[in-house]
Every structure is written in structure tokens, then in C-alpha cells.
């Protein structure tokens, strides 16, 4: 048996096929934000692995237009893009930049491929394209989120938060004023993009709010929800899914805005969904806490996915599609369903999940 500092915790998956996927390894006692994650390839039943000085964010499949195989990219949470066959390294936005000086930025935290080019997105409002010479560059400058507005103490909200201080000025028309001004300063961290074409690419936010691209600017679409937004999923140019915290689950697109809907009722709890993937075209979710699990919708209702295989479904933390397999991986488990049979797959350098 391993000991405990040998075990690996798997952070990231990218299913490629059947028989071969990637997942994104860290050692268990490892810190978080440590410079370092070990990509593990799994091709039919053998387990190799590459190591990179870097904490990832993100991986994903990128096919070039002239080529006709994809390649691996891994997203660094700074800012930097790696082509995992050539180890090519690409800064996406680099530490001394005047962007950097004149907005607020943090994090990138996804990247995938939506037509031609690959796209990243993340905190403060980033979103970037790769051109086809390997550069990136910002879809929407005027969509950054500008200075912190607390930090200024000439900003509207700053001298709101001194204004209500004197009792007289305390009044409910105030507060709302204040708590807009607080909405308008919160960052619009994206978690997640999907898109059908580079017309119409959607983003899914912590700032409680789905995002639109139209290939020119990027815009807030109409929703009704309290809650921050981690995943999103474009189905069809009518039929989009967003979801996220507390039970968060949105259906539309941007021509009609989107709609909350009841669909986690008969689940107990408040499901964070942290992704979602279609197989078979059946949507399924991943749900990293109450209750954490594999969900697939069923009609309108959310309902959890169970297995014949002991112990069943329940460390999730991410969910993949391929034509013909569905995997979901955990922290410390690994499932792949071909639509009608469950297998779980071992990773030798864990014990065998019980």
C-alpha cells in the first residue's frame, strides 16, 4: 500500500476517447498554488505522465486548421499557454502590462477551443483569442473590469460609505444606492465559456450573470438569479445550460435571456455544479458538494446517477464526453459508462478506491 505522501489527487480531466484521456495530477500534501502539476495520460489500460512547473487552471483539445490531429493545451493560472506535444510556452497576458496597471485582473481559469481559435477566459472580465501566430489578444478591452472602486477614495462608493455614516442620511433610498454602487464594483470573475461558433460564445460568472460574445463586443444577458454561475454549456443556438451554486440551474440563450429552473426538487440539498457535459444527449452534471455527486436532467428534474459497482458514484468533481464514453473523475476516482456498462478505472499510484 502507498503511504499517505505517494497518494495523488486528481484536479483536472480532458477526455480525448474511449481508450485515452488526460488527467491533472497534484500530490496530496502539496499546497495550493504550488508551481507544479503532473499530467497523466491513461490510452487503453496504460498509465504514463509529464510534469510541468506551473498551477493549472485549465486543459483542453485544440485542433489548428491545417492540422487534422488535436493537441493538448494546459492554461496556467497566470496567464501562460502550454502546447503539451512541443512544450511551447505562450504568455497570454504577461506580468508588466499596462492592462494590468489599468484594470483589475487575477486569474485565468478556463480555456477551450470554439471554432478556429482557442479562447481563455477569467477574472476581472478577461477573455482572450489565439490568433493563428500564437499570439493573444483581448476580444473586448472595454468589458475589463476597471480599478477597485474601494481602494478610491474619490470613487461614488467610497463617498457613499462616508455618506451614510451621518444617521440623517440613512434612509432606504441610500442603501439601495450603495448596494448597486457594490454590485457594479464586483468583479466579473468568469468561470466558464461555451460557444457553437465565434459569433456567439457564452461565459458563466460569479458575478451571478451569463455573458454573451458576438464576435465584436461582450454583453450581460437577461437572467434572474442570486447566485454565481460556474458552468455553462451551449446545446444549441436556443437550448443553452448554465449552472452553478446553491442549486443554480439556467436555460436559454441571448435572444430571449435566461430563465431559472426548479430542477434540482427532488435532490436533497443545494448542489454546487461545477460542470456538465452531453452523452447520448442526455445532460450530465458534476456536483462538487451537497450532495457531491454525477446528476444527469431527466425531462425538467435533476436526478442523481447510480452504478452497480461498490462503492458507487460519489467523490465527483468533474465530468467528460467522447461519442462513446461518459467519464467522471473525483478527486481520488475515475469512471468510465459506455451508456450501458460501468467500469472504474485504477490509478496505480492511489489505493484502490473501496
Not at 60 to 80: F, I, M, R
Not at 287 to 294: A, E, N, Q, T, V
Not at 346 to 351: G, N, Q, T, Y
Request: glycine share 8%.
Amino acid at each position: 500500500m502507498a503511504s499517505k505522501k505517494e497518494q495523488i489527487t486528481f484536479t483536472r480531466l480532458c477526455a480525448v476517447s474511449r481508450d485515452l484521456i488526460y488527467l491533472a495530477t497534484t500530490p496530496d500534501d502539496q499546497e495550493l498554488g504550488t508551481p507544479f502539476t503532473a499530467i497523466c495520460q491513461y490510452n487503453a489500460g496504460e498509465w504514463s505522465y509529464e510534469t510541468f512547473d506551473i498551477p493549472l487552471s485549465s486543459m483542453t483539445l485544440y485542433k489548428a486548421p491545417d492540422k487534422d490531429y488535436q493537441v493538448l493545451y494546459l492554461l496556467s493560472e497566470k496567464g501562460v499557454a502550454i502546447n503539451f506535444a512541443t512544450k511551447e510556452r505562450e504568455v497570454i497576458i504577461p506580468d508588466r502590462t499596462p492592462l494590468r496597471r489599468d484594470h483589475r485582473l487575477g486569474y485565468l481559469q478556463k480555456i477551450k477551443q470554439v471554432g478556429a481559435h482557442l479562447y481563455a477566459c477569467g477574472d476581472g472580465g478577461q477573455v482572450y483569442r489565439r490568433e493563428h501566430d500564437a499570439t493573444w489578444q483581448v476580444v473586448d478591452k472595454a468589458f475589463l473590469d476597471g480599478p477597485d472602486a474601494l481602494m478610491d477614495p474619490k470613487s461614488e462608493l467610497r463617498m457613499m460609505g462616508g455618506f451614510l455614516r451621518i444617521k440623517e442620511n440613512r434612509t432606504q433610498q441610500n442603501y439601495n444606492k450603495e448596494k448597486e454602487l457594490r454590485l457594479k464594483n464586483e468583479s466579473k470573475d468568469l468561470w466558464d465559456l461555451s460557444g457553437l461558433s465565434e459569433d456567439s460564445i457564452y461565459f458563466a460568472s460569479e458575478k451571478k450573470q451569463v455573458y454573451w460574445f458576438d464576435g465584436k463586443t461582450i454583453q450581460a444577458l437577461p437572467d434572474k438569479t442570486d447566485r454565481g454561475l460556474i458552468s455553462i454549456l451551449a446545446k444549441s443556438e436556443d437550448e443553452v445550460y448554465a449552472a452553478g451554486r446553491d442549486g443554480t440551474f439556467l436555460i436559454g440563450n441571448h435572444k430571449s435571456g435566461f430563465r431559472e429552473i426548479d430542477a434540482f426538487r427532488g435532490l436533497p440539498g443545494w448542489p454546487n455544479i461545477n460542470g456538465m457535459a452531453l452523452f447520448q444527449d442526455r445532460l450530465y452534471l458534476s456536483s462538487y458538494s451537497d450532495p457531491r455527486g454525477l446528476l444527469v436532467l431527466n425531462g425538467d428534474q435533476i436526478e442523481q446517477v447510480h452504478c452497480d459497482l461498490t462503492p458507487d458514484i460519489k467523490d465527483v468533481s468533474a465530468v467528460g464526453a467522447v461519442t462513446d464514453a461518459l467519464w467522471v473523475m473525483g478527486v481520488k476516482d475515475l469512471l468510465r459508462f459506455d451508456g450501458s456498462t460501468w467500469e472504474r478505472i485504477h490509478f496505480p499510484a492511489d489505493d484502490p478506491v473501496r
